[in-house]
């Protein structure tokens, strides 16, 4: 069997890590869009919450911002 010279082999291994690094970089940016999806998300349902308590606390006390609150949705 033929021995492979230095520099092929060198290629080679440049080669591998290059392909290994590539993949790490797409798992790794995979995750953060995970993750990033999953915040907003989060976000979203504080949000809609912290409006629910706010529509419903405003109209228990009387506020004259649920009148303003009705006319805009006309």
Same mark, same amino acid.
């Given at each position: 069997?033929? $021995?492979? =010279? +230095?520099?092929?082999?060198?290629?080679?291994?440049?080669?591998? +890590?290059?392909?290994?690094?590539?993949?790490?970089? @797409?798992?790794?940016? !995979?995750? #953060?869009?995970?993750? $990033?999806? !999953?915040? #907003?998300?989060?976000?979203? @349902?504080?949000?809609? /919450?912290? #409006?629910? +308590? /706010?529509?419903?606390?405003?109209?228990?006390?009387? @506020? =004259?911002?649920?009148?303003? #609150?009705?006319?805009?949705?006309?």
């Amino acid at each position: 069997m033929r $021995a492979r =010279p +230095r520099e092929m082999v060198r290629l080679l291994a440049t080669l591998r +890590r290059s392909a290994q690094c590539r993949a790490l970089r @797409a798992a790794s940016a !995979q995750e #953060a869009v995970r993750l $990033a999806k !999953q915040e #907003a998300e989060g976000e979203e @349902a504080d949000e809609a /919450d912290e #409006a629910e +308590r /706010d529509s419903t606390s405003s109209g228990e006390a009387g @506020a =004259p911002g649920v009148e303003t #609150a009705h006319r805009r949705m006309h």
